[in-house]
């Protein structure tokens, strides 16, 4: 988690969000993914929510600091954990509003085999009355 927290410490709103770092909520699985130079500095940080076959990016970012090694190495990080969760299984990896991507990451989304679409979420009560 150090070497994440580095990545969170060169970003304005990071000290915030390394805090919550290690607090996963219960019964939840979190996949951890890190990039780092070749002098083992940390350049690009990303967290998975792991749901069976769906999988939630919700973090993913470069140390401001090393631009421009980190941003080349958070387009490496997406594309390896890419394939990581499909290797484990994951058949649909969840993020943000592609249409707010610059046209650039658009494209490398679309190179990596990314299909844009609209989701509605429906939230089933459970049997307890």
């Known amino acids: ?38 002098d083992e500095m940390p350049l690009a940080f990303a967290r998975v929510a792991l749901l069976g076959q769906f999988a939630v990016l919700f973090t993913m970012l470069s140390n401001l600091d090393r631009h421009p090694s980190a941003s080349f190495a958070r387009y490496q990080l ?15 990896l969840l993020v943000g509003s592609a249409l707010r991507e610059p046209a650039g990451n658009q494209y490398f989304q679309h190179l990596l085999g990314y299909r844009v679409r609209n989701l509605r979420v429906d939230m089933i009560e459970s049997g307890v009355s």
């Open 78 to 92: 997406h594309t390896f954990l890419a394939l990581d969760l499909g290797c484990a299984g994951v058949q649909h």
């Open 1 to 38: 988690m150090a070497a994440a927290k580095a990545v969170l410490d060169a970003r304005p709103d990071g000290p915030e969000m390394a805090r919550e770092l290690d607090k996963p909520g219960p019964g939840q699985q979190v996949a951890y993914y890190l990039a780092r130079g070749a």
